[in-house]
């Protein structure tokens, strides 16, 4: 049952009288419902519905916690005071704030308080507290080699900022968007490739059978044609961001499907969906 901890991750806070309103409606994921022991997936996006920031969200003392890239704090917390206008809120990245995450039914003895990662299909939690609390028995290396196997994508590592969709992200299977809740940033762009089906890149998990994963950042290649390209990756595992169209394309065509010069299977996540092509080229279930 590991635990490590996440030197790549920060926290933001969010607190105030207002800040479920404020939150609900900006944020893809609903605040309202969120559990007192929950980490949900959510993200902020633009206007017209990519990806600026993704995070996972929970509940503290008057108020939430935004558990996000290290990198992104500071900008996620000026972004989110942009929306404040007069509500009675406050937005601030926590420097002293440390993220740890434990999966296959990890324990969180002591002081460490968890919060039930519903991305996952592990029993995984993440864990909040001061530098220093957590008794770590596992390396940042070895959670993302368990993310990479579950196909569990995160954002500066498997899709761009400012580039991605949600659905493309995997967030619609994720739990990461509210399809019910009503308005926020970017909401009618999302709503409309959910109801109208029109999502067709999707993130696949990336198998090698002849060893060692491509690199991030490597095309996806078949007859000649650009299908996609690579994401994270360890050992002989990784994610790739697929054009699904063009999947179908490839397969019906027989052809063989490459991470550069390695060939690679794409799959859907066990987790997942929606539909992938078949070697018909036909979207099978």
């Not at 929950?38 to 108020?63: C, N, V």
Request: include cysteine.
């Amino acid at each position: 049952m590991p635990i490590a901890l996440l030197p790549d991750r920060a926290l933001v806070t969010v607190t105030g009288e207002d800040a479920p309103d404020l939150l609900q409606g900006v944020l893809t994921c609903n605040v309202v419902t969120l559990g007192e022991a929950e980490a949900r997936l959510g993200a902020l996006l633009t206007p017209q519905g990519k990806i600026l920031f993704d995070f996972l969200i929970s509940r503290i003392q008057g108020g939430f916690r935004l558990d996000c890239a290290a990198d992104q704090a500071a900008g996620l917390a000026k972004r989110l005071g942009l929306y404040r206008l007069r509500a009675k809120v406050e937005t601030a990245a926590d420097p002293t704030g440390a993220v740890a995450a434990a999966w296959d039914g990890a324990a969180t003895g002591g002081e460490v308080r968890g919060a039930a990662d519903t991305r996952a299909v592990d029993r995984g939690a993440r864990l909040y507290a001061e530098e220093g609390a957590f008794s770590a028995d596992a390396s940042p290396q070895d959670y993302h080699v368990h993310r990479i196997a579950l196909a569990v994508p995160e954002g500066g590592r498997d899709f761009a900022y400012g580039d991605a969709f949600p659905h493309e992200a995997l967030m619609d299977q994720l739990g990461g968007v509210d399809f019910r809740k009503g308005c926020y940033v970017g909401q009618e762009v999302v709503s409309r490739m959910q109801h109208r089906g029109t999502a067709r890149t999707r993130l696949l998990a990336a198998r090698y059978p002849a060893g060692e994963a491509a690199s991030p950042g490597t095309e996806v290649t078949a007859g000649g044609k650009v299908l996609g390209t690579t994401g994270s990756a360890a050992g002989e595992r990784g994610l790739a961001t697929i054009r699904l169209d063009r999947l179908g394309d490839a397969l019906s065509a027989g052809e063989t499907l490459r991470a550069g010069d390695r060939p690679v299977v794409l799959e859907r996540p066990a987790y997942a969906r929606f539909a992938m092509p078949d070697a018909a080229g036909e979207p099978a279930a």
